[in-house]
Each structure stands twice: as C-alpha cells, then as structure tokens.
C-alpha cells in the first residue's frame, strides 16, 4: 500500500513458555492468546497519517467489501461489538413490548438482552445434545402468536441446523437473525454461517479467532433492512447516504445510536481479515491434534469430544470436553489449575440467571442445557499452542480425571 512494505507474518507475538527444568514441562499455559498477524500496528499508523481516526473510513469500508464478499450479503456494517450488531437487530425488526423471541438457553447474555432491551420476552429452548445447538425439533412447539424471531447461536462455531430453522420461519413469518459472534469463516452445507438468516451477527473479541480487542459486525441479508441499517447505525440519521451525496444533508429519521468502531479499531480487523484464512487453518491443526489425543479418554469413558455433523465446517473457535457424568467438573478445573493449566467453564444457562427467570420464560424442562452447562471444559486454543503443550494440557486432563 502507497510503496510501503508490509511486514510479514510472525510468530514472534507469541510468548514462549517457561519451562520447568524440574518436570520438563510448561509452568503455565493461557486460556487464549491473542495472536496479531504483524500488520496491525503499521495499519493503525496508517490511519492515523491519513488524518481519519473515527468510523467509517478507508479501512472501515475494506472490512466491509471483505465480509460482503465472503457472506455473499448485499451489506455488511462493523460495529464496536457483536452485542450491538444484535442490538441493532432488535431494532431493524422493531422488537416492541411483549413480543418474544426463541433462543438457546445456552449462550451468552447479549443473544438474549439484545431484545430484552426492547421490551421482550426470550423464550428459552433446550439445545442438542451433540452439537450443544437450538434443538430444532423443539423450535416450532415454542411459537406463539407474539413470537416474532429465532436467534440460533452456532456454538463453537458448528452450525446449526439452518434448513430446518429457516423453513419453520417461513412458515410462521418469522424473521431469523443468526448469532454467529463463534463463527466467522465456518460454513453450514457449504453456505457462510452468519448470511444465511435474515440477518447475522459476528464478534472479532479478542476471545475469537479474528480480533481487534472488541468489534462486531452485522451481516444483512435481506436487502430490505440495508437502509434502515445504515440509519440505525449513525446514531439514526441518514448521515451516511450525505457523504455519499445522496441526500443535501442529513437528518434524524429512526431511532438509533452510535454503533461505530473507531478507524483504528478497523485498521486493526483488516489487517487480521487478510490473514483470516491461514488463522482459521492453524487453528483446525490445533484443533484436530487435541481430538486425537482425547480419543483414548472417550474411549475409557472419561468424556466426551466434540461433535461436528459432516455437513458442517467448523472453524476451530474452541475445543471443549464434557466429562463423564459423576466426575466433578469443578475438581477437574481445580487440578488443572494447580498444574498450570488454564482450563475454564463455560455458560451459566440464561434460564436459570436472576434476570432470565425475571424477563423469560422456559419451552420445555432444558434437561440437555442443565447437563452440558455443568460437564464442559474449555481447553487452551491458540495459534503458537505447540505440541508440548497441548501434550501437557492432556496429560493433565487425564490425571485430573483420574485422580481420586
């Protein structure tokens, strides 16, 4: 760009570990570690010489002409989280006082507050008990006549069963607006999760596999909320269609506010959409090496692997075990943790929170959400993650299991 040489990939971000001469072995090992791909910052000095710190500049539409390329949406919008990509959601479907909206009791709190922020109801349904999923078979028995939307979440970034969910939304008038804040760069039977729904929200936390410390977009498929979109965005004004020079100037139109990024926080996704492919690529090498040395312990009973369906690509977002009913998940997390090993829980259900039982209400008795939330196990997962250490973090696993 503009003559000027851009670094190469490294590695060099990443910190090696200590190793314990003792035991020959890492002293500690990081849940996540968030890897920059090494044009970050020579982006972020980009932006800042061409003089355009707030959203919406050069970079900002780079971000966007990649997603809408690799969603195939007639619009893609960065946003300062994935929680106000669903926030703007609720807004474009004009959730209003009482109505409800269908989700996974198992998922983060912004698939839900998004809506309840709008006055609705989130009705909880139980999620599969293999891919940890909305069960889909349980979604239609949950409509009632002030349902107005269902918000699958593609957990660990395996998609749900779309076919089906978008077939039952067709038939009710619902609109679908897919929680894919796990998902960039997995695929359900071929198409991009997060463009397959009416509209999809993605989330680049630091958490995930393509950051900028906290960012979002809002994928939106349905070309009839492209405008209103754009609007809701800038605050509820036509803003962007007078730079545009589409409009002699700008008003308020719709209610709104300020879901923007900062440029900077856009030269910083760019220079990780670049690399989005060969992140997602190292991750699945991680991934994979964890699933073949776990086969052993799902044999013996000691847990449970993830499972992905063959129609699904997945992205490597987490690896995460169920353990064996009868192994207590919070020793097991103890052990690791005295081992130096980083290893975390997962979700509390939204069903049973203070405010999920105030503002919800339960389809069912979410039997598989109740066993899966108190088994899981989240495992380190992060590019520069070596064999050693994943040979580390399993052999501690087992031992924890084991261990009486």
Request: net charge negative; aromatic share 8%; hydrophobic share 40%.
């Amino acid at each position: 760009m503009n003559g000027v040489e851009k670094p190469t990939l490294t590695d060099s971000n990443v910190e090696t570990p200590v190793l314990d001469a003792r035991a020959h072995a890492p002293r500690h090992i990081a849940f996540n570690r968030p890897f920059m791909t090494g044009r970050e910052l020579h982006y972020i000095s980009q932006a800042h010489a061409g003089g355009h710190l707030a959203g919406d500049g050069p970079f900002t539409d780079r971000c966007h002409a990649w997603l809408e390329a690799s969603t195939g949406a007639p619009k893609a919008l960065l946003t300062h989280s994935c929680t106000a990509a669903l926030e703007m959601a609720g807004l474009l479907l004009n959730i209003a006082p009482g109505d409800e909206v269908i989700v996974p009791s198992f998922t983060f709190v912004s698939t839900a507050n998004a809506f309840v922020l709008r006055g609705a109801v989130p009705v909880f349904v139980d999620v599969r008990p293999d891919t940890l999923n909305i069960d889909e078979t349980l979604v239609e028995a949950a409509i009632s006549p002030r349902t107005k939307a269902i918000v699958p979440v593609h957990y660990a970034g395996v998609g749900c069963e779309m076919d089906t969910l978008m077939a039952i939304a067709g038939r009710f008038g619902l609109s679908v607006v897919e929680d894919a804040a796990q998902a960039v760069m997995a695929r359900y039977k071929g198409k991009p999760l997060g463009s397959i729904g009416h509209l999809g929200a993605y989330s680049f936390h630091e958490t995930k596999n393509v950051i900028c410390g906290e960012g979002g977009a809002l994928i939106v498929n349905n070309p009839m909320y492209s405008q209103n979109a754009e609007i809701i965005r800038e605050k509820g004004t036509d803003r962007s269609q007078f730079f545009r020079g589409e409009v002699d100037k700008y008003t308020w139109r719709l209610p709104g506010s300020s879901f923007l990024p900062s440029e900077l926080t856009a030269a910083f996704l760019w220079a990780q959409l670049e690399a989005a492919t060969m992140l997602t690529s190292r991750r699945l090498e991680r991934w994979a090496r964890y699933h073949d040395l776990l086969q052993g312990m799902e044999q013996r009973g000691l847990l449970r692997r993830p499972i992905v369906p063959e129609h699904c690509e997945h992205n490597a977002h987490m690896y995460y075990v169920l353990v064996a009913p009868g192994i207590d998940r919070q020793s097991v997390l103890a052990r690791l943790k005295a081992s130096g090993v980083d290893a975390v829980f997962h979700y509390v259900p939204l069903h049973s929170s203070p405010r999920g039982q105030q503002a919800g209400r339960m389809h069912g008795d979410l039997r598989v959400t109740e066993d899966v939330s108190s088994r899981l196990i989240r495992l380190p997962l992060w590019i520069g993650l070596d064999d050693s250490m994943q040979n580390y973090v399993v052999s501690s696993l087992e031992e924890a299991l084991t261990k009486g």
